[in-house]
């Protein structure tokens, strides 16, 4: 297979999910232009320094800065950096997992010539998303009067493209050296997560704002491109953390021996070799056939479960309530200051209260995108991973209905689901004990199970979409695609009336839509998600019945 082959295979593997996430941020800019305009941005400019810094606010904000920072600075970065490191763990270590890798070497081409024609493929599909981003920023403001002309926006998008690469390569280092795409992807996921809240949180710190520099997404925004122009020491400093990074994916790709499709031994296999334990499963889970189905699926995603899990306890659990008690209280005073519109973007509540904040830091965004990333990935890797690792013939060759095999991973996708719920609601909990702040241990796991249904509606639209159309591809993106436009769709009613009669058909008005970390369970908002996720799940029975089993990827 020539070089030209693997690109193009690659490249034609790869565009849609890119293409989705252009054109879903191009419309969200043109979204967010045009409601911006009917805001009073005074809220925004008389925030504190420290806040305006930590919402990637300039002092004299106005309509273009305050909608370009918004979607590029932060959304934007963070769907590119998550688009990249996606398609940066499957390079080497999804390849390996769906057992094409073999297919790859089995042509006279090296390992490095095909982890660098992959790379390349990563480091384009980056550029090219974010040129095709950055090209209707002058004309969207054009048509809708906004003045841009004092801002940085080819900076921006320098910091935004640098900074992506970054994380894709990560994502590729750690999936050649270790062939395991689920660590490849939890652990850059958790690096990513942990940088963007740390470089927001530290400067609120008193002492500590210099530790910002450890964290890579610094080095994105720190210098504040979009008003500053090009930090080329920032840049520097990513551009040879990536070059490190694909050296050393090289190296530990070429040494290390190849995983197999069923290559690996994990937790579930040693608990499937103990004669005891296996015993045991057979008799929770029915005959051996059945229980193989769920403990395979748990298999396959444990390593994701266990780093999002740890994630959401320690980082956005425990240690965010001793932050909250060590702020000064000038600190916490200036909280007051903060508009609902800018609170409307990150989750709602007021920030003068410990649940206000972790509601902010935690539950807003961060808790309910645990629980998506993990549902969503096993719910569009169910049905549609099966038939592109062409081991779905395997499961059907077994006297076992369709359905069965649906619901096994269905029940498997909730039960993981509620473990993300369970460690968020932990890690909350003692944060709160450590911090001395108070909180309702009730109201805490009332917001962990909405954080959950909400999860599981999107996993459960992941799981239809695999179902519907056997494309891991279609089901990650359609997914992703409906969890960001249903975020702003609710983000963007509580900032203005002209959308606020259409936020009852997004999931995450019944999410935190009644306050429930201050208010307890809204049991009308849970039974709304739960009826919803039982309905795709339910769908997704029908469409699988339905429909020809595709044999190859």
Known sequence: MAFANIFIKTLRDRWLGWAISAASLTLLLLFGMSLYREIDLTVYTELPAAFRSLLGIGEDVDVGGLAIGYVFGSFGALVVAAMALVMGSATIAGEERNGTMGILLANPKSRTHVLLSKAVVLVLLTGATVFVMWVPIHPIAAMLGVEIGGLYVEALALHLYVNAVFYGTLALAIGAVTGNRDTATGATTGILV?????????PLVQGMEDLRKAFPWYYFDGSEPVYNGIAWGHLLVLLVASAALLVVAMVGFNRRDLKGQSVGITLLDRIRGNSLLNRLIGRLAGSARVASIWVKTVSDYQTLLLITSAAMFLVMGVMLGPIY????EETLAAFDAFPEEVIALFGGGSLSTPEAWYTLETFGLMAPLSVILVTAVMGAGALAGEESRRTMALLLSNPIPRSRIVLEKAVTMVLF????GVATFAGVALGSVLGDLGMSVGNIAATATLQVLVGLVFGALALALSAGTGRTGVAVCGTAGAALVFH???SF??????????EWVSPFHYYLGSDPLMNGMDWGDAVALAVLAFALVGLSFVLFQRRDIRQRG
């Open 194 to 202: 942990l940088s963007f809240f740390a470089v927001g949180l530290l």
């Open 417 to 420: 689901g509620i473990a993300v």
């Open 488 to 490: 702003l769709l609710t």
């Open 493 to 502: 009613a509580n900032i203005t009336g002209a959308v606020s009669a259409l």
């Open 325 to 328: 008690a060590s702020l000064p």
